[in-house]
């Protein structure tokens, strides 16, 4: 099975998923979209109104402000894995609960471990929450952490910024930080050159005789 076939079946099963009371009174569920192959993955927290209503994460307001931030890093939704935390919306877009991101973490771990980006930005203090526990978005975002070989990056959601036009400087700046941040995890996972590479010796061809 290749990489987007897997995908597809995380999508197929989110659709179908019973496990928690958010199917209850969702429209759609929002498995997330983006290319198998992604380098960089964005985790928000829950689907609101549009994304409800569509089927597909970041398309409302927030969604808008999330392509014109990716913009500022030289990218486009094409190039980036985009889900979140809950697959269906929350009532009256009230924050996630506990039983709730547990229920769907096991189809967020898979959907990681399939695409295996070397960048996960997180998108407000609920995907946060999970490789941050216990801190505060205000003092860690931009700022990188490895979780293995993975590069980690706190971010505020973008709704954050449009609810609070002060933070709207805060996360264009951690945006357009992300080729560099990027290319760093990149380095990370290049393979070491030869020895004889690495020294700077050009490889020479053994005499026959």
Avoid: Y
Avoid at 170 to 183: C, H, N, S, V
């Amino acid at each position: 099975m290749t990489a987007a076939e897997a995908l597809q079946q995380i999508a197929d099963e989110v659709r179908a998923c019973k496990s928690c009371k958010l199917h209850h009174g969702a429209t759609h569920a929002v498995p997330g979209e983006g290319p198998a192959d992604a380098r960089i993955m964005l985790i928000g927290e829950a689907p609101g109104f549009h994304e409800d209503r569509q089927g597909r994460p970041f398309v409302g307001a927030s969604g808008q402000f999330l392509e014109e931030l990716l913009g500022l890093a030289g990218l486009q939704r094409r190039d980036v894995f985009i889900a979140n935390v809950v697959k269906h919306r929350p009532p009256n877009n009230r924050d996630p609960e506990p039983d709730e991101i547990g229920a769907c973490a096991l189809f967020l771990d898979r959907q990681i471990a399939t695409i295996n980006p070397r960048v996960i930005v997180t998108l407000g203090r609920f995907s946060m929450a999970r490789w941050f526990p216990g801190e505060r978005i205000m003092r860690i975002h931009g700022q990188p952490r490895w979780h293995g070989d993975r590069m980690i990056v706190p971010m505020m959601h973008p709704a954050a910024a449009l609810h609070q036009p002060q933070n709207r400087p805060l996360i264009e700046a951690d945006f357009r930080r992300l080729p560099e941040l990027l290319a760093e995890a990149e380095r990370r996972h290049a393979p070491e050159p030869p020895p004889d590479v690495a020294a700077g010796e050009e490889p020479q061809q053994l005499s026959l005789f």
